[in-house]
Every structure is written in C-alpha cells, then in structure tokens.
C-alpha cells in the first residue's frame, strides 16, 4: 500500500483522458513526487472541472505552484484567477499545429511555420515570438488571399487551415514559455508526465473489456491510487 502523501506545495501537470464519448477521467498529478493528487470522472473536459479539482486540493492543504495544461480553453484562467503560473504544454501545441499543416505540408509558408513550431523544445519566448513576427510579416499578403466560397455567396479565406495554426501559436504564446520565467519551480514543458500514465492506466484498462461503469472506476481508482493517494472528490 502506497503511504499517503502529507500536503505540501507542488507544481501539477492535469488532463483528462477517455474512453469512447462521454466518458473520462481528469487527473491532477505532481510530476516531481510522481504521484497522482485527485482524479473525477467527467463527461466533458471543461473549466469546472478543474476549478473543482483545484479547490479540493487547496482545502485539503496542498499548494499548486503552477499549472501545466494542455491549453483548452478556458483552464488556463482557473489558476491564473489565483495567481498560480500556467505551462501549456508544448507537445500539444506541436500537434495542434500539425493537425492544421499536416506533417508535410505544401506551401512554402505552412513549411516555414511547422519548421518554426518544431523549435519550442529549444527556443525562448523573445527569440520565438520575433520569429513569428517575421513569418508573418514575410508572408501576410498569402494569408490574406481569398477565395470564393463553396456553395455561398462572397468570399473566404484561401489559406484557413495555415491561419489557424498560426492563431493558435499567437494565441497560446504567452504561456508557452512560463516554464523559463519560473526556474526555480521546476516547471515541466510538457504533459508527458501524465500522458504516459493515461497509457499505461489504458493498457491495464483493456485487459478488463466488458466492465460495467461502476467497477471500471473503480478498477481505475485502484490503478490510480498504487502511485497516488486517494481521490477526494467524486472519486469515493
């Protein structure tokens, strides 16, 4: 039996990972203790949710000193409203982007902006955001072709899908880079302290197909708790 962890304060790393629609599980964990604080089941991933989470760990003691999300919208102010730093996390903003440019994309500006993604890993915000100022700069005038809309009247965007991934960059840019500003926190710059145990909870998960809801939770909780300590909202 793992021996429960007394409150102190942590950065935390939370998501939430499912199975098929309508059904998840939201955890928070502490990637330095490599423990797993709480964990809700949840129908939708939304702000509440976290805010939830964030409450019942602060009552129970704990202190969050900072955050690292995957950057849905919404979560990044739960914490900020407490002045908790917000990470978000950069492997999911790389794929954010690729979901637009696809791996291989085929103009030379989507080329450019994947290219310019693929260097958060090794970058500063300074040195990135002046790199996408001048990706921007260098190719607005391609940005702003448009075309005829299929099937409407007037006119839209050629180039939507290269628009967006750079929205999201420019949107998600000021906390792509907290991990730096705060290096005495320790503050990862990715999820994958929490996604690569979503794999693992997936992989003992489906050595049990057929479960009810009731006791896959609680097959969760069990799974969850041998690196964490019990769940204290919903969970119990």
């Not at 059904?23 to 604080?37: A, E, F, M, T």
């Not at 991933?45 to 202190?63: D, F, I, M, N, P």
């Not at 100022?133 to 006119?155: I, M, N, Q, T, Y």
């Not at 009810?212 to 041998?226: D, G, M, Q, V, Y």
Request: charged residues 20%; positive net charge; contains cysteine.
């Amino acid at each position: 039996m793992v021996p429960p962890l007394p409150p102190q304060a942590t950065v935390v790393v939370t998501d939430t990972t499912y199975w098929g629609r309508g059904y998840g599980i939201c955890v928070v964990r502490s990637p330095s203790l490599k423990r797993n604080l709480c964990w809700t089941e949840v129908e939708q991933e939304t702000a509440v949710v976290y805010a939830q989470s964030l409450k019942g760990l602060q009552e129970r003691g704990w202190t969050i000193t900072a955050a690292v999300i995957d950057g849905r919208r919404g979560v990044a102010r739960v914490f900020e409203a407490q002045n908790i730093p917000v990470q978000f996390c950069q492997f999911h903003q790389m794929k954010t982007v690729t979901k637009y440019l696809t791996r291989k994309p085929q103009t030379e500006a989507a080329q450019e902006l994947r290219k310019l993604t693929c260097t958060l890993h090794k970058t500063n915000e300074p040195d990135f955001t002046t790199a996408l100022v001048k990706w921007h700069a260098l190719h607005e005038s391609f940005l702003d072709e448009r075309s005829p809309a299929p099937g409407k009247r007037g006119w839209q965007y050629t180039h939507r899908r290269i628009r967006a991934a750079y929205r999201s960059l420019k949107t998600n840019l000021p906390y792509l880079f907290t991990y730096q500003k705060y290096p005495m926190l320790n503050i990862p710059h990715t999820t994958n302290s929490i996604d690569g145990m979503f794999s693992q909870l997936k992989n003992k998960i489906a050595v049990h197909r057929g479960l009810s809801r009731e006791r896959r939770f609680k097959l969760i909780c069990a799974i969850l708790a041998t690196s964490s300590k019990r769940p204290t909202q919903k969970d119990h």
